[in-house]
């Protein structure tokens, strides 16, 4: 009997909604990590303000400056050390030549005498196998001339002249290079302050440069205010020591002192007017040299950089003045702010990486950074370090 068919209705299958409800969770924890990450992440470094810039930038400059000052003194080092070895060369190339002489004087000696049928004892000692066991013989210096016994004892003096030399010249080329080791390690390291300084002003607005233009008048009437105050000052102690010495020569016009000391006075009197002088043709040298570019390294007479312009400018008036800022300050003597006078060198930062060039009323003349020329500026633009007065 065939098995009958079921009637019974097929069970229809129902969707869960469990994956959706599962997809739906996985997407709001993802939503809800994303948030956490971004609430819990630093926040974004803020661009920095112009005064911050400002202030990398004169960073930057100020850091060239010093490095400028490394690269002047491992030049000048590199020039001295060459011409010393020059000259070792040359000392040791004319004790060679001596030595070369007195050898063949010697040879001279012992060809004539083999000649003459007879070795003489100069020669037989420098053919010798064993020149040390001929030494010993008693009657060998007796038998050689006076002449023959000088050139020996002359070939050994060379010979170790010559040798002392060349172990000198070794030295001196060591020492040489050295100095042009750093000579290039600071050209680069000015290269790259540099460089940073020029790439971050060029990332600048032109909004942000008219800021930062904003910020460098205000520093500079600052610094300019500054120095007519000390001009202010410097002029009223002028008028009171143009006074006190009116007075002093009414006193002594009536003879009623004794006379002693009159002769101070006019030896300080002759001893400033001679720095006067000086300082004068300092001055005109300097204001000659405005609106020159400032190159670092240099020395003239195209551009300069701040102690390649003093260093000119002194050598006008007779004075010759170390390379660098850091031998400058050591010439002269120290003198106080207040008491400045034209043509005194005005040093700045505590590194003592600049210098200016006064010129009265609180300004200077000096070649101030890179990319700018030549000019006067007020001696407060910058931390004073101190001051000299050179001769």
Known sequence: MPALASHRKPRTRLRTSTPAVGLTTAALASVTLLSTQTATAAPAKPAPTIEEVQKKVDGLFRQAGTATQKYNEAKSASAKQRDEVDALLKAAAERADKLNETRRELGRYATAQYRGGSIAPTATFFLADDPQSYFDQDQLMSRMTSRQQKAVADFRTQQREAAAKRVEATKSLQTLTASQAELRTSKQEVQEKLSEARTLLSKLTAEEKARLAELERKKEAEAKRKAEELARQQAAAKAEADRAAKEKAAGQGTGSGTGSGTGTGTGGTGSDAGYASKAEKVLAFARAQIGKPYVWGATGPSSYDC????????????????????????????????????????????????????????????????GANVREESIYYMPIYGSVRPA
Request: glycine share 10%.
């Open 307 to 370: 102690s390649g312009l003093t260093q000119a400018a002194w050598k006008e008036a007779g004075v010759t003045l170390p390379r660098t800022t850091w031998d400058q300050v050591k010439v002269g003597t120290r003198v106080a702010t207040a008491d400045l006078q034209p043509g005194d060198l005005v040093f700045f930062y505590d590194d003592i990486s600049h210098v200016g060039i006064y010129k009265g009323d609180g300004m200077m003349i000096h070649a101030p950074k890179p």
